[in-house]
């Protein structure tokens, strides 16, 4: 009789987990264990492995796992300066705009400072809403932005 474990192949059909780029059925190998030996030797009943099941070797078969702390954010990622410069120039043509309809600058600085908060708050929730973090570091560089429109604004006057 043959002393190894025969392998069973299955299909995992309708996973909810499959995320972008993973097939909507999952394959995995189940090691089985040897047929029993003495008087159930022919019994068509097979009992499974009770080890854990193994992915396809190319590992794109099992979706990864997903680590629940947040991804680091640094305070000079990438993504900082776009921050700045979008809440600084947000700040700058509502400035702009209010200082051009006769709104002076204490009225229109704190208009345009805050329309830029409040777009910055509200991409902070999108993304947190999409399933990423809020970033208080993020709020903190179009702070900077908002800061420094209204200083040129205020200079330029």
Do not use: Y
Request: glycine share 14%; proline share 10%; hydrophobic share 50%.
């Amino acid at each position: 009789m043959n002393a190894r474990p025969a392998v069973l192949t299955f299909c995992l059909a309708g996973v909810a987990a499959a995320g972008p780029g993973v097939a909507a059925a999952q394959t995995a190998f189940l090691p089985l264990e040897a047929p029993p030996a003495g008087p159930r030797a022919g019994s068509p009943f097979v009992t499974a492995h009770a080890g854990p099941v193994r992915p396809f070797p190319d590992g794109g078969a099992v979706p990864p796992r997903r680590d629940r702390r947040a991804a680091p954010d640094p305070w000079l990622g990438e993504d900082k300066g776009r921050h700045m410069v979008a809440s600084f120039a947000l700040t700058a043509f509502a400035f702009g705009g209010a200082n051009a309809v006769g709104v002076d600058w204490p009225d229109a600085g704190a208009a345009a400072g805050a329309l830029a908060f409040g777009a910055g708050i509200a991409k902070e929730l999108s993304d947190r809403a999409r399933g990423g973090p809020f970033s208080a570091r993020d709020v903190a560089w179009n702070a900077l932005g908002i800061g420094a429109a209204l200083l040129l604004a205020s200079r330029a006057r």
